[in-house]
């Protein structure tokens, strides 16, 4: 076995189809046959079945399939962390974020990052948890950077919580609790709480706390988008509870206004993670590093994190 035979054999996976694969691999459709062939001889079971004019994989080529993208993806990881080993002046550096964590979080530490190592490309996949887990899964990360709300196989990848995340009630500045400096849950009943899918990390959590404080809300709106989030409370749509650092500069702007909710705290950690055993390439070293030093320094002097 070989990596042509797996990138072939990865490639007709995806297209499920021989004439395009080899258009894709620059080479002929009897090359990727024969490929694919001896990478089945290799194996000792069929990858491909051919019902017809078209091509499926077979159930050993389904389970197969993120074996082989973990070898290329660990190939390619392995000649990029060497690249890296003399000097960090060219290279890539490639994590996965949730939505929240790469919009509103990662900014300031990603311009940190690229004012002290120019030449290192930054590839920032932001996309589901379901999605991320998986790309960390087949290796096509070196690490994710998410709420420790998500589970994950603790046995199987190291985790740290690197900052915690406040979320807090925003009105609109027309709305009438944006004249009072704090409210109570029981403020809130009436009104229409604008919150993620129920499938989301936040949305679950949210639900568990309401529940822990013995309260339930019968009016709300669900919005799969953070930003979309925050322009249906803008326009009076609803109100809702969202990440304090996501909304600053809405409330710096006077579009929203924060409330406290007295006796009510709402706090999730967000944490980086990776493989237990990996070897993180020294870009992605140093990019934790940042992460650690820049909460470190800012509890020290009592700042926000962030």
Known sequence: M??????????????????????????????VSMQIQSLERDLGFPLFDRIGKKLYLTTYGE???????????????????????????????SYGASNFVGVYLLPAILSMFTKKFPGIKINMNITSSSHLLDMLEASKVEFLVLSDRIPIDEVRFHSKTFYQDELVLIVNNQHPLAQKES????????????????????????????????????????????????????????????????????????????????????????RYVYHRGKH???????????????????????????
């Not at 197969?64 to 000649?79: D, V």
């Not at 060497?82 to 060219?90: F, G, H, R």
């Not at 070293?285 to 940042?290: D, G, K, P, W, Y």
Request: glycine share 6%; hydrophobic share 40%; with cysteine.
């Open 2 to 31: 070989n990596l042509t035979k797996l990138q072939t054999f990865l490639t007709l996976s995806d297209c499920l189809n021989f004439t395009e694969a080899a258009d894709l691999l620059y080479c002929s459709q009897p090359a």
């Open 63 to 93: 389970h197969f399939k993120p074996y082989a993208e973990q070898i290329i993806n660990l190939f390619h990881s392995s000649k990029e962390h060497i690249k890296q080993l003399d000097n960090l002046s060219a290279g890539t550096l």
């Open 183 to 270: 409210c109570t849950l029981d403020d809130l009943v009436d009104e229409t709480l604008i919150l993620k899918p129920n499938k989301s990390a936040t949305r679950v959590y949210l639900e568990g706390k309401f529940n822990e404080y013995g309260i339930s809300f019968p009016h709300f709106m669900e919005i799969s988008n953070l930003e979309a989030i925050k322009q249906g409370v803008i326009h009076g749509l609803g109100v809702s509870i969202v990440s304090r650092f996501a909304i600053s500069q809405d409330v710096k702007h006077g579009l929203l206004v924060e409330i406290p909710i007295t006796g009510v705290e709402f706090l999730r950690g967000i």
């Open 280 to 306: 993180l390439s020294p870009a992605a070293q140093q990019f934790i590093t940042l992460l650690d030093e820049r909460n470190e320094r800012a509890y020290e002097n009592k700042l926000p994190t962030f």
